[in-house]
T-cell receptor
Framework: DTEVTQTPKHLVMGMTNKKSLKCEQH?????MYWYKQKAKKPPELMFV???????INESVPSRFSPECPNSSLLNLHLHALQPEDSALYLC???????????FGPGTRLTVL | GQQLNQSPQSMFIQEGEDVSMNCTSS?????WLWYKQDPGEGPVLLIA?????ELTSNGRLTAQFGITRKDSFLNISASIPSDVGIYFC???????????FGKGTHLIIQP
């Protein structure tokens, strides 16, 4: 298995909803990442997990809450989001921190 | 924060032409990566560079890690229609860091 999977592919939520994005990889990678990408912009780093521990939080608002239940799974819990949080949310993994990252297909999030 | 300057912003070329794009930074990176992204999809890793001066090929693609560790280029030879898309360079400073991306080069191929 050489891919990163993300579910759901699309998500529409209201500002009072709670939802979660899920990411999974079975390549034995030890680093996993969340990125946010707005239209016509490059991906922007949100969180880095290294060996299942949160190592970087790029000043992301607390309405985004990451979780790494095990070495294969990465979740992003969403609560009380704003319309400006609408974007493509990308998960990535790498063999070790510092190696090239492989990206999932993303979750297209729309906040109404 | 760190910034990558990627150029050109867009390229309009004829099928069969060679393509060249590059990224520069004021900071040193230990890893340079090149990705291609199609609309609505995640970026796909094309080439990864881990050593200053390294020149690596992947089919019609060739990329180099600049000797100063502050730049990288990507060449595509004999372009074909499926090469259309947005190409991003990305750099990584340290082992536990995520990626810093350039703003992308939009490649458009005219038949």
């Amino acid at each position: 298995d050489t891919e990163v999977t993300q579910t759901p592919k699309h998500l529409v939520m209201g500002m009072t909803n709670k939802k979660s994005l899920k990411c999974e990889q079975h390549m034995g990678h030890r680093a996993m990442y969340w990125y946010k990408q707005k239209a016509k912009k490059p991906p922007e780093l949100m969180f880095v997990y290294s060996y299942e521990k949160l190592s970087i939080n790029e000043s992301v608002p607390s309405r985004f809450s990451p979780e790494c239940p095990n070495s294969s799974l990465l979740n992003l819990h969403l609560h009380a989001l704003q319309p400006e949080d609408s974007a493509l949310y990308l998960c990535a993994s790498s063999q070790d921190p510092g190696w090239g990252s492989f990206f999932g297909p993303g979750t297209r999030l729309t906040v109404l | 924060g760190q910034q990558l300057n990627q150029s050109p912003q867009s390229m309009f070329i004829q099928e069969g032409e060679d393509v060249s794009m590059n990224c520069t930074s004021s900071s040193i990176f230990n890893t340079w990566l090149w990705y291609k992204q199609d609309p609505g999809e995640g970026p796909v890793l094309l080439i990864a560079l881990y050593k200053a001066g390294e020149l690596t090929s992947n089919g019609r693609l060739t990329a180099q890690f600049g000797i100063t560790r502050k730049d990288s280029f990507l060449n595509i030879s004999a372009s074909i229609p499926s090469d259309v898309g947005i190409y991003f360079c990305a750099g990584q400073s340290g082992g536990a860091d995520g990626l810093t991306f350039g703003k992308g080069t939009h490649l458009i191929i005219q038949p």
